[in-house]
C-alpha cells in the first residue's frame, strides 16, 4: 500500500485489549484519513444519546495519506470524540511531529474505546504495541509527562501525545498536547482522555512511507515547497506566526475585546508581533515537512512573568489579552505557558474568565461569589490565579469555570447577556465590527464542531476562483461579494465551498498555513493537494474529487450533529451579535434578517432541508444514504 500507512489500532480499556485490523479501501478513498476517517467512524460506532465522560464515546486520533512523506506542511493530527462541551461531534487539530513518528510506527489512526480501571498510557514500538501503567504519571504536567516517558524508554526520540492535569479533572476545554505546545482538540477532547484514565500515547516509529511514484512525488513537493516559500502570505506568517492578526483585527475594529462587547482595545499595540520580536522572542521553528516556521520560541528572562515556552500565537494572546482587557504580554506568555502545561485550551479558557469578568462588571458576580478574587477588566493577577484553580478544580469558583461559560451561566442568575457561546462552546476570535466579514458570522454559527476559526470562512482559503464563479455565477459575482464584506448575497455559497475545502485539508492533514487561492495568494490549491495525493498514493485524483470528498465529510459530521437533535435554530449567534449599531469606523452587528438569508443560502446549496438536516437525496449522492432514518425521527435527540 501506497502513502497510507494501512492499519487501525483499537484500543479496548476496560479489557486491556488492543487489536489491529487494516484500514479499508472504502474509508480510504472516501474518507481520506484524519478528520474525515474519524468522524465517519464516530458517527457508526458512538450510540446516540450517551454521555461524553461515559465509557461508551470513543476517542479517535487519525492522520492522513501524506503524513511522514516530504509534502508540505504534512505533519498534522486529529483528535475527535463526542464533545463535553457541545454534545455533539467534537475534534483538534494539531502539529509537530507525533504525527509522522505515528506513521513510521505503521499506523493512520487509534480509536480508544471504554475507560481503564487505573490510569494508563498507550506504548507504540512499531508492531510491538501495549498499555501500560500511567500512576507515576497521573498529576504531572504535559512537560513533566515527556520529560519522564523520555526517561522511561530511554529514547530521546520518543514523541507523545498527552494530557495535563486540566484533562485528569475532567475540566471541559482540555485539550490533547503533543510534546507540550502542540494542541489539538477544540471542545474537551483531553477532558475525554481524562474520563477514560488515558495520560498519553508514546510513539517511536522506525519504518517509511512507501510512495507509489517516488520520482514525481519528489518533484510535485518540491514545486509545493518553491512555491510556498516565494508566497508573500507565507513570507509573513514566517516572520510574524498569527500574532499579525492582532494589528489586522484592529484595523477592521473586530478584534474581541472585554468579553467581546467591543472591537477595538486601546492596548493592542503592545500585543502585536513586532512587540513580541522586540522583546520576547527567541527564535524561529517548524513542525515535521514545514516550508514557514511560523512557530517561536519565547523567553521572558525576569520579573513576576517569568517564564519560557513555544508557541505563542494569537490564538493564545487575544483570550487573556483583549478579551480581559489585559495589556501586558509577559504576563500573557506567562498565561500561555501555564495553559500548555496544565493542558487547557486558550480560547476557551480566556473565555470563561472574560465572561466572569462581564458578570463582575455588572454586578452579577461579587468577591464572595468569586472567593475574594476581583475581576475587574484588565486585573492581570487575577487570571494568574484563576488558571491553576480551573486546572484543578479548586474551590466552589475554580471548579465552576472548569464547566465552561455556557454550563457555568446557568448557575449565575441574569448571566445569560454575558454568554458568547453557540451549540455550548465559546465563539473564539470574533466580534462583528464595522470590517467584519458576514462570511465569518455564518461560519462561526454552523461549524460542525462548535464556533470556531478553522472550519471554513475565517481563514479565507476559498477553493479555487474557477470553482467559485462557476457556483455564484461568474468572476463578477464572485468580485462584487468580496468587495462587500457586509453584503449577505453568495455568502452561504462561498462558506458552503469553504467547509468542504476545510474538510478535505483536515483529512490530509495539511497544514491550513500552506492551502488557498486566488491570484495574490499563492498558496496550494485542490488541483495541486491532489496532484500531491495521486502520485503519494497512486490512486489518481483531481482536484474535484478532493471537494467532493470535503462534501461527503462535512454532511456525515452534519448527520452526526443532527442524530443528536442539532436544528436550525442552534445555527446561529449570540444574542448580543444581533444588535446593530453605530461606531467611528462603521457599522456594528449582524443584521438578524440577512443572517437567516444566509442561512437558508447555505443550506439550500448544500442540499439540506430548511432545519438544516441533510435531505435523503443529498445523503444517497454521497454514499451516506443510511444515515438518513437515524437522523430523521428514529433517533431520540440528546441536544437542547
Known amino acids: 500500500m501506497y502513502g497510507w500507512a494501512g492499519q487501525r489500532l483499537k484500543v479496548y480499556l476496560t479489557e486491556g485489549k488492543i487489536v489491529k485490523e487494516p484500514l479499508s479501501e472504502d474509508l480510504r478513498l472516501n474518507y481520506l484519513g484524519g478528520r474525515g476517517l474519524n468522524s465517519k467512524l464516530l458517527f457508526d460506532e458512538i450510540p446516540p444519546g450517551i454521555d461524553a465522560f461515559s465509557p461508551e464515546n470513543i476517542s479517535m486520533l487519525g492522520i492522513g495519506p501524506l503524513n511522514g512523506t516530504a509534502a508540505p506542511a504534512s505533519s498534522r493530527w486529529t483528535v475527535s470524540a463526542k464533545s463535553p462541551m457541545t454534545g455533539g461531534l467534537g475534534d483538534g487539530n494539531g502539529g509537530g511531529?507525533?504525527?509522522?513518528?505515528?506513521?513510521?510506527?505503521?499506523?493512520?489512526?487509534?480509536?480508544?474505546?471504554?475507560?481503564?480501571?487505573?490510569?494508563?498510557?498507550?506504548?507504540?514500538?512499531?508492531?510491538?504495541?501495549?498499555?501500560?501503567?500511567?500512576?507515576?504519571?497521573?498529576?504531572?504536567?504535559?512537560?513533566?509527562?515527556?520529560?519522564?516517558?523520555?526517561?522511561?524508554?530511554?529514547?530521546?526520540?520518543?514523541?507523545?501525545?498527552?494530557?495535563?492535569?486540566?484533562?485528569?479533572?475532567?475540566?471541559?476545554?482540555?485539550?490533547?498536547?503533543?510534546?507540550?505546545?502542540?494542541?489539538?482538540?477544540?471542545?474537551?477532547?483531553?477532558?475525554?482522555?481524562?474520563?477514560?484514565?488515558?495520560?498519553?500515547?508514546?510513539?517511536?516509529?522506525?519504518g517509511s512511507v512507501k510512495i507509489a511514484k517516488p520520482r514525481e512525488f519528489y518533484q510535485s513537493a518540491r514545486q509545493a515547497h518553491e512555491k510556498l516559500r516565494a508566497s508573500l502570505p507565507c513570507q509573513v506568517r514566517s516572520r510574524e506566526g498569527t500574532l499579525q492578526l492582532t494589528r489586522l483585527r484592529t484595523m477592521v475594529h473586530s478584534l474581541p475585546t472585554r468579553n467581546q462587547q467591543e472591537g477595538y482595545f486601546e492596548g493592542w499595540e503592545k500585543l502585536t508581533s513586532e512587540a513580541f520580536e522586540a522583546q520576547y522572542a527567541v527564535k524561529h521553528k517548524g513542525c515535521s515537512a514545514c516550508p514557514i516556521s511560523c512557530s517561536h520560541y519565547y523567553r521572558v528572562a525576569d520579573g513576576p512573568y517569568a517564564t519560557q515556552g513555544e508557541s505563542n500565537e494569537y490564538g493564545t494572546t487575544y483570550p487573556f489579552g483583549p478579551k480581559c482587557g489585559i495589556d501586558n504580554l509577559a504576563a500573557i506568555l506567562l498565561m500561555t505557558t501555564i495553559c500548555d502545561q496544565l493542558g487547557m485550551d486558550t480560547h476557551s479558557c480566556g473565555a470563561a474568565i472574560s465572561f466572569a469578568m462581564e458578570c463582575w462588571q455588572r454586578g452579577l458576580l461579587t468577591a464572595r461569589d468569586t472567593e475574594n478574587i476581583d475581576l475587574s477588566w484588565g486585573n492581570t493577577d487575577a487570571v494568574l490565579q484563576l488558571l491553576p484553580k480551573i486546572a484543578y478544580r479548586q474551590g466552589s469558583f475554580g471548579n465552576l469555570l472548569a464547566e465552561g461559560s455556557h454550563l457555568a451561566s446557568q448557575q449565575i442568575k441574569g448571566s445569560e447577556i454575558c454568554l458568547r457561546t453557540v451549540k455550548g462552546l465559546e465563539v473564539s476570535a470574533f466580534y462583528p465590527g464595522a470590517g467584519a466579514n458576514l462570511i465569518e458570522a455564518l461560519a462561526y454559527a454552523t461549524a460542525s464542531r462548535g464556533p470556531d476559526h478553522m472550519r471554513?470562512?475565517?481563514?479565507?482559503?476559498?477553493?479555487?476562483?474557477?470553482?467559485?464563479?462557476?457556483?455564484?455565477?461568474?468572476?463578477?459575482?464572485?468580485?462584487?461579494?468580496?468587495?462587500?464584506?457586509?453584503?449577505?448575497?453568495?455568502?452561504?455559497?462561498?462558506?458552503?465551498?469553504?467547509?468542504?475545502?476545510?474538510?478535505?485539508?483536515?483529512?490530509?492533514?495539511?497544514?491550513?498555513f500552506v492551502v488557498g487561492t486566488g491570484p495574490r495568494k499563492r498558496c496550494l490549491n485542490p488541483d495541486e493537494l491532489a496532484q500531491l495525493v495521486s502520485k503519494a498514493t497512486g490512486i489518481e485524483m483531481d482536484g474535484d474529487d478532493m471537494m467532493k470528498i470535503g462534501e461527503r465529510i462535512s454532511n456525515v459530521e452534519r448527520a452526526f450533529n443532527?442524530?443528536?437533535?442539532?436544528?436550525?435554530?442552534?445555527?446561529?449567534?449570540?444574542?448580543?451579535?444581533?444588535?446593530?449599531?453605530?461606531?467611528?469606523?462603521?457599522?456594528?452587528?449582524?443584521?438578524?434578517?440577512?443572517?437567516?438569508?444566509?442561512?437558508?443560502?447555505?443550506?439550500?446549496?448544500?442540499?439540506?432541508?430548511?432545519?438544516?438536516?441533510?435531505?435523503?437525496?443529498?445523503?444517497?449522492?454521497?454514499?451516506?444514504?443510511?444515515?438518513?432514518?437515524?437522523?430523521?425521527?428514529?433517533?431520540?435527540?440528546?441536544?437542547?
Not at 507515576?136 to 494530557?163: A, N, Y
Not at 498536547?177 to 500515547?201: D, E, H, P, Y
Not at 458552503?496 to 495539511?510: A, R
Open 456 to 512: 471554513g470562512g475565517v481563514g479565507g482559503h476559498t477553493l479555487g476562483m474557477s470553482r467559485l464563479a462557476e457556483a455564484l455565477g461568474g468572476e463578477e459575482a464572485v468580485a462584487r461579494m468580496m468587495r462587500e464584506p457586509r453584503s449577505h448575497e453568495g455568502k452561504g455559497i462561498f462558506l458552503s465551498l469553504d467547509q468542504d475545502f476545510s474538510s478535505f485539508i483536515n483529512s490530509l492533514n495539511i497544514c491550513d
Open 562 to 640: 443532527a442524530r443528536v437533535g442539532m436544528r436550525r435554530k442552534h445555527d446561529t449567534l449570540p444574542r448580543p451579535f444581533f444588535v446593530e449599531g453605530d461606531s467611528p469606523w462603521g457599522p456594528t452587528g449582524v443584521n438578524e434578517t440577512h443572517f437567516q438569508a444566509m442561512l437558508d443560502e447555505f443550506y439550500k446549496f448544500r442540499g439540506w432541508d430548511r432545519d438544516g438536516v441533510p435531505t435523503r437525496e443529498k445523503l444517497e449522492e454521497l454514499g451516506l444514504g443510511y444515515t438518513a432514518d437515524q437522523i430523521r425521527g428514529n433517533a431520540v435527540p440528546d441536544y437542547d
Open 97 to 206: 511531529d507525533a504525527a509522522t513518528e505515528l506513521k513510521f510506527a505503521g499506523y493512520d489512526q487509534i480509536s480508544i474505546y471504554g475507560r481503564s480501571p487505573k490510569p494508563v498510557y498507550l506504548w507504540i514500538h512499531d508492531d510491538k504495541v501495549e498499555l501500560r501503567d500511567a500512576t507515576h504519571l497521573w498529576g504531572k504536567t504535559t512537560g513533566e509527562t515527556h520529560r519522564q516517558l523520555v526517561k522511561d524508554l530511554g529514547d530521546r526520540e520518543v514523541r507523545e501525545f498527552s494530557i495535563g492535569p486540566a484533562g485528569e479533572n475532567l475540566v471541559r476545554f482540555a485539550k490533547v498536547f503533543a510534546n507540550i505546545t502542540r494542541t489539538g482538540g477544540k471542545g474537551g477532547m483531553g477532558a475525554v482522555w481524562g474520563s477514560k484514565n488515558l495520560k498519553a500515547i508514546a510513539v517511536r516509529g522506525t
